[in-house]
């Protein structure tokens, strides 16, 4: 049996989203970019890093960079504690 990697972000991102809360790993925020509905060029990118961490090429934290500006651009991206 094949076991999948949780790819941890650090800090987790926090969104505003149906299932609202923290993004932890990437797995999560590639099931999340896939109900969005703006789809802009950082989406556009947020996806393919994403897709790149799965496959192990690319780390964790460059796609929590680009999920963190897609929610951005998104409008979900909620402030951060201090």
Known sequence: MTVMA????????????????????????????????KRGPKWNLAVRVCMACLADQATAQEARKAFRAAAK?????????S
């Open 6 to 37: 949780l790819n941890w972000f650090n800090p987790p991102v926090p969104v505003s989203a149906e299932r609202a809360g923290m993004t932890h790993n990437v797995e999560a925020a590639s099931e999340a970019l896939l109900e969005w509905t």
């Open 73 to 81: 651009e998104e409008g979900l991206l909620r402030l951060e504690a």
